[in-house]
């Protein structure tokens, strides 16, 4: 019903630039909360950035004033622009949605995850 798709990985040099997409697709009738987390080797997967449908956002004190979460509600799409990166932001990123989706006459929300895309920063 719903697919959550993440774009936008790689490996980038320390000081450098990615940016994140993650679409959302299927029979949707709103996103609440998106967000992104991160999962590096050996240690707990963490929040990194979430976004609210009005527009406030939150990040994680190790990616504040670096990276920018946004969102356009018209593709049911959220962005991370990370920038100065560092090599502790070596990570498989996650995105993640609060859909709130329509099946025939009926209406369910869940919690939806991507894929995941390798993010790798060399120092």
């Known amino acids: 019903q719903v697919q959550v798709v993440e774009s936008g990985g790689g490996l980038v040099q320390s000081g450098g630039s990615l940016r994140l997409s993650c679409a959302a697709s299927g029979s949707i009738f709103s996103i609440n909360a998106m967000g992104w987390y991160r999962h590096a080797p050996g240690k707990q997967r963490e929040l990194v950035a979430a976004i609210s449908s009005g527009g406030s956002t939150n990040y994680a004190d190790s990616v504040k004033g670096r990276f920018t979460i946004s969102r356009d509600n018209a593709k049911n799409t959220v962005y991370l622009q990370m920038n100065s990166l560092k090599p502790e932001d070596t990570a498989v990123y996650y995105c993640?949605?609060?859909?709130?989706?329509?099946?025939?006459?009926?209406?369910?929300?869940?919690?939806?995850w991507g894929q995941g895309t390798q993010v790798t920063v060399s120092s």
């Open positions: 993640n949605a609060d859909i709130k989706y329509y099946s025939g006459s009926y209406y369910y929300t869940g919690a939806y």
